[in-house]
Nanobody, 123 residues
Framework: QVQLAESGGGSVQAGGALRLSCAASGFTNNPYCMAWFRQVPGKEAEVLAVIVSRGDTTYADSVKGRFTISKDNPKNTLFLQINSLIPEDTAMYYC?????????????????WGQGTQVTVSS
């Protein structure tokens, strides 16, 4: 059974940093793509960063330069380093993964999601 478990969220002041983790288990193969999304109440989930099995990464324009996605394959853990936090980063952050060759930027195509970790940034 595939499971994704996020951790590392919290309440921080603007300008601070956080490192989110997503522990993955149960995959038969290395996921084709893994991604971080975030969602605020009343809005659709926003894709932030994607990493594919060969290691290539892409970022939403809104987070380029501040967010870094990485993966520790032996530990099956996905990370999101968030620097220079701003209040607009306040959201629930989710990791998602899929072993199939999906469109990695389309949230509706991911089969597996974690429960989320809350990030709150105060000014």
């Amino acid at each position: 059974q595939v499971q994704l478990a996020e951790s590392g969220g919290g309440s921080v002041q603007a300008g601070g940093a956080l490192r989110l983790s997503c522990a993955a288990s149960g995959f038969t193969n290395n996921p084709y793509c893994m991604a971080w999304f975030r969602q605020v109440p009343g809005k659709e989930a926003e894709v932030l960063a994607v990493i594919v099995s060969r290691g290539d990464t892409t970022y939403a324009d809104s987070v380029k330069g501040r967010f870094t996605i990485s993966k520790d394959n032996p530990k099956n853990t996905l990370f999101l380093q968030i620097n220079s936090l701003i209040p607009e980063d306040t959201a629930m952050y989710y990791c998602a993964a899929d072993e199939r060759p999906i469109n990695c930027y389309a949230r509706y195509q991911y089969a597996y999601w974690g429960q989320g970790t809350q990030v709150t940034v105060s000014s």
